[in-house]
């Protein structure tokens, strides 16, 4: 996953923003230092956060050109979530053996 966000973001255009979806918090809890170590400018929202924080999350995404990723829990963002500043977005899945056909 770094990876694809180094690839996308290596010129650190401030115009790009990308967005990360997990349906697991705790991927984006194992993203979150290493966002850190590389000095990328972040946001996070998720369900533990109440709609204050969320918002004031979306402000910073929309309007802190320093803050060029979100990391996305699907419990939160999977309805009415206005997006426009994002250009790129991942969704992490994680498929389980158990349930294939």
């Avoid at 290596?10 to 705790?26: H, L, M």
């Avoid at 230092?33 to 998720?46: E, K, M, Q, S, V």
């Avoid at 977005?89 to 389980?96: E, G, P, S």
Wanted: aromatic content about 6%; hydrophobic content about 50%; charged content about 20%.
């Amino acid at each position: 996953m770094m990876t694809l966000i180094a690839a996308v973001t290596r010129k650190r255009d401030n115009t790009v923003k990308v967005i990360i979806f997990s349906q697991w918090t705790k991927f984006l809890d194992l993203i979150e230092p290493h966002l850190i170590a590389a000095n990328y400018g972040y946001t996070r929202i998720d369900g533990t956060m109440n709609v204050k924080h969320r918002d004031t999350a979306l402000k910073k995404l929309n309007n802190d050109p320093e803050c060029t990723i979100m990391l996305a829990s699907l419990s939160v963002c999977s309805v009415g979530l206005n997006l426009v500043a994002v250009c790129i977005r991942f969704l992490h899945i994680l498929v389980n053996d158990i349930l294939k056909f």
